[in-house]
């Protein structure tokens, strides 16, 4: 069954490139002095505006799994924009110094939303985006920091996580949240406890924010890594059949939000 889902995903993807002309490049911007740079991407055959979809990378930084799913979101007809959290050629050589990279930025929250608010800056200053059509996703690391973006007060329309990290430290910040939240969860991940959902719950119900929670069942941590192997009691473990199903939902989602079908 699974071999049967990453074919169709596989086909899919293919058939979607085969219509596009991607285009991308580094972007150099600033937050404050600090000198970052991202991955733009879209589709040059479409003429004139389009949303815009803010890419955040997981704690080893801006790496080829955030190129490509940016690349992916180009050939759907989006611009997006995966940004740079730790800065212009600061990238992880090991877990171990991901793990004090990201753990500084989940420590200091609002370094977190400076940080990637000056990327959603960046990503508005593009001339193929249409400023108010935007929406961000993030990927473990980075799912916690697109829900800081929200939380920050930003106007976006849609907020969607892979397997990111829910907890906040200052949880009445989501009356802030101005767009709809697409919580998508691996069932069995071990890095987020029953504690952690019911506050996430109380938060999002406390600020009545409209948002969505999809769990995969047998998945853990990083299913849409494929880098992570496959060995799920490792906690971290990637599985076709949850990363395609979650790539489904959120261009659902994303058709729901800014109301235009994509083919």
Known sequence: M?????AMFVVMALAV???AKVKS?????KDGDTVLEGYLSYDDAIKGKR???LVVHAWMGLDDNAKKRADML????YTAFAVDIYGKGVRPKSPDEAGKLAGRYKGDRKLLRQRVNAGYTAMLAQPTVESGKT?????CFGGTTALELARSGTSVNGIVTFHGGLDSPAPADAKNIKGKLLVLHGAADPYESPADFTAFHKELADAKVDWQLVEYGGAVHCFTDQTAGTDVSKGCAYDPVADARSWAAMRSFFDEIFAKKKK
């Open 17 to 19: 490139s085969a219509h």
């Open 25 to 29: 490049q580094l972007v150099e911007y």
């Open 2 to 6: 699974k071999t049967v889902v990453v």
């Open 135 to 139: 929406a961000a996703i993030g990927f």
């Open 51 to 53: 949303p815009g979809i």
């Open 74 to 77: 180009a050939g759907l007809g």
